[in-house]
């Protein structure tokens, strides 16, 4: 006997406004949410420009300790997880606490403030024996990567699994995907799952412009993030986060819940080829695709959309069209696939969770994002990208993949309604 | 060819330097024309010289100067971009 | 397909980068002899901190264990998961040249509750006393809880499914039973396990905010749990890798089944709320217990969570008592790690590397700097007692509030 996973809330803090419903705005519009930084003063770097959240805690109404001592990306995930539990209706008190878990992904954890720290105690970089008494006592928050999933399960007091996913670039697939085996394997009923990154700091920014993964586009912001477009230059640095309530399916149908979409398959791979380098085959990401469709029993040509990781890198946009032909065969020329990074940017670990509640989103809408800036098609780039303009469309099946730093490939697959073969 | 030029000795040094790779200039020297991908230096060790050497002679190498395959051409590159031409 | 028996996730290979000892021979020598190995901070820019004593990896050879490029491209937390990966590998007799056929039959997962803090410094120094353009390029791949899992996955091409937990103390379980669940799933065999590196400067002073966290300064009586002189824990760096693997898989190839993974539980009570993970920890046994169809008087030997907070210390052995009852005061307890510290999601998986070895050996290991217990417990004190165990329990317990337990069992299903 199989448990399925329901999804029964999103909650969603990205770029161009906070909340689902400004997200979906954005993107079913089109518009891009990058510009130049105002975080912090960038003057140096070779990318200047990220896709920012306008962001206040306490509008929010989190309380001080967390508006306080916490980083920004946990800050975020608070509020997602409040929306999501909200929009499911889930009265967490209710439920048997040891049945409820968090599983939520982050690339960089809390480096934004273990920077600013650094700079505290080591009187601005220039004592490798930092001085401790200069330090905030709660520094540990932020040097813990549990700190994530502890502030957010204490939230909602979930006392099951809870565990902070850290697999780079696809932290929030991955992190989704554990929360489906978890559910699957029946070790929890409820899982609240997602991402959140909050990368914009000097360091983040500075690392990735040492290896040129950045859009160096800094008198055009808005138009800086071109997924598969001939002109792509590299990614724009975001921040964000998505969190979704995870749920058995009849758990949910018990209580008479509104079930969104089932996750119906998640596989990851390792390309052990090399930490940032990608290949042009894209078998591994092909073979995640496989894996995650086997699971679900459908036949590729089942997919309706296709998710991209689409960061607008040379080579990740590249290697991406090959892995999806490899698996999708020739059904990938008719199914549209776009990369929602072109309007948000790439929040590193929170993305892959961003991503997958746009494929909600997509499924509830029956609406694929498009790709904004796509103008010139790279000949090595040959699918439909959904240029521009969203585009309605009869949606069952969706596809969310990622690459990440380290090798990792990963896939996650959503089934709406009447999309499951008997 | 110029003094401040970029010859293989200090080459080897700053594989060792920013990529930890351990080569014998003299082995440089004798097959410039040997692909850094056999000696061990992968991309980011690749930037990670460009980025020194910009650094140390505050001028900027060609944007693709990562790119090179081996240590004699990168070592050409670097040098023609010293000496300005 | 369905009418074939479940798969199981057997251990078939160890390896340790630990303070009291490199290489899992050397590592067992010491838990055995209950060697006490904590000793003053000696790395650089550390010493005027308040925190004085710790488990420091010593005399680890970057180029003998790795490769000595590793030094400059990743941090030491990743040089020692990768060293413990191939002794791991060596030691189910995998590490040669075309040792797995199928790329996609291995996977990697690691747990890292402190990343590439050292490193990171270093760079961190770079942006701010120079200026953006001195961060290198290793930044990026070496700062980040993954850079161990894919490292591992690229140097030895295993292509399967590939995982990181950034968690605290419990991760390390949580790691290994991640793996043991993907082999049941399917894949051929996980490298996995934790090994973490926080005893740099400003990694040092982020942790100084734990109240849990000892700063007494004579190495035999900073880290004493179940004692009335209980005063916190001391860190450490190191940790294990353990090859976890199919056992049909592993008995076709001709590997030794050295123990099975056979349970494991995962709950969360809060941070530093000590009393609650009493109900934490015996709900994590309870499912661990019942995950592996074990009864609690089966438990032959305890590896305890031992944090070292008197609080802490009474929740857990309440916790025992609760799920074992009369058998909780019975059972053999030891906590080899007083002798050389917790290394964050690295403890546990020493600890069961201990536990698989313990049972191997018939000999449950001490507990070193413990003596006069404080608590209902049979803690082994002093001197390794012979005895002969079949299943042992792990638990852990995290500064962030997880609890975790993991049953373990001598040998495979054929050898019960």
Known sequence: MTRRVAVTGIGVVAPGGAGTAAFWDLLSQGRTATRGIT???????????????????????????????????????????????????????????????????????????????????????????????????????????????????????????????????????????????????????????????????????????????????????????????????????????????????????????????????????????????????????????????????????????????????????????????????????????????????????????????????????????????????????????????????????????????????????????????? | MITTGLTFVELAALMKQSAGVTVDPAELEEAPEAPFSGLGVDSLGLLGIVGELENRHGVALPPDAERCKTPAEFVALVNNTLAGV | MSTQRPRRAVVTGIGVIAPNGLRTDAYWKSVREGLGVLGRITREGCEHLPLKVAGQVEGFDASALIDERFLVQTDRFTHYAMAAAALALDDAGLAHEGGVEDPFSVGVVTAAGSGGGEFGQRELQKLWGQGSKFVGPYQSIAWFYAASTGQISIRHGFKGPCGVVASDEAGGLDALAHAARAVRRGTGAMVAGAAEAPLAPYSMVCQLGYPELSTVDDPDRAYRPFTAKACGFVPAEGGAMLLVEDEARALDRGATVRATVAGHGATFTGASRWKESREGLAQAVRVALDEAGCAPEEIDVVFPDALGVPEADRAEALALADVLGAHATRVPVTAPKTGYGRAYCGASVLDTAAAVLAMEHGLVPPTPHVYDIDCDLDVVMSRARPAELRTALVLSRGLMGSNAALVVRRGGGLAR
């Open chain 1, 39 to 422: 975080l912090f003063d960038p003057v140096g770097l070779r990318s200047r420009i990220a896709a920012e959240c306008d962001f206040d805690p306490y509008a929010h109404g989190l309380p001080p300790e967390l508006s306080e001592h916490n980083d920004r990306y946990v800050q975020f995930a608070a509020v997602a997880a409040g929306e999501a539990v909200r929009d499911s209706g889930l009265d967490t008190a209710a439920e048997n606490p040891w049945r409820v878990g968090v599983s939520l992904g982050s690339a960089v954890g809390g480096t934004t403030r273990l920077e600013h720290d650094y700079v505290l105690v080591s009187e601005g970089g220039r004592r490798w024996d930092v001085d401790h008494r200069a330090a905030d006592p709660k520094l540990h928050l932020a040097f813990a990567p549990s700190t994530l999933a502890a502030v957010v399960a204490e939230r909602f007091g979930a006392r099951g699994p809870v565990q902070t996913v850290s697999t780079g670039c696809t932290s929030g697939l991955d992190a989704v995907g554990y929360a489906f085996h978890t559910i699957e394997e029946g070790r929890a009923d409820v899982v609240i799952a997602g991402a959140s990154d909050s990368p914009i700091s000097p360091i983040t920014m500075a690392c990735f412009d040492a290896i040129k993964a950045t859009s160096p586009d800094n008198d055009d912001p808005e138009h800086a993030s071109k997924p598969f477009d001939d002109r792509r230059n590299g990614f724009v640095m975001g921040e964000g986060a998505a969190v979704l309530v995870l749920e058995e399916y009849e758990h949910a149908r018990a209580r008479d819940a509104h079930i969104y979409c089932e996750i119906s398959g998640y596989a990851t791979y390792g390309n052990a080829y090399h930490m940032t380098g990608l290949t042009g085959e894209g078998l591994e990401m092909a073979r995640a695709i496989d894996t995650a469709l086997d699971q679900a029993r459908l036949d590729p040509t089942a997919i309706d959309y296709v998710n991209a990781h689409g960061s607008g890198t040379r080579q990740n946009d590249r290697h991406e069209t090959a892995a999806v032909k490899r698996s999708l065969g020739h059904h990938a020329y008719d199914t549209p696939m776009s990369s929602i990074k072109s309007m948000v940017g790439h929040s590193l670990g929170a993305i892959g969770a961003i991503e997958v509640a746009a494929c909600v989103l997509a499924l509830k809408h029956q609406v694929v994002p498009p790709t904004a800036n796509y103008e010139i098609p790279d000949p090595e780039c040959d699918l439909d990208y959904v240029p521009r303009t969203a585009r309605p469309r009869k949606l069952r099946n969706v596809l969310s993949v990622g690459s990440g730093f380290g090798g990792f490939q990963s896939a996650v697959l959503l089934t709406g309604p009447g999309g499951r073969t008997p």
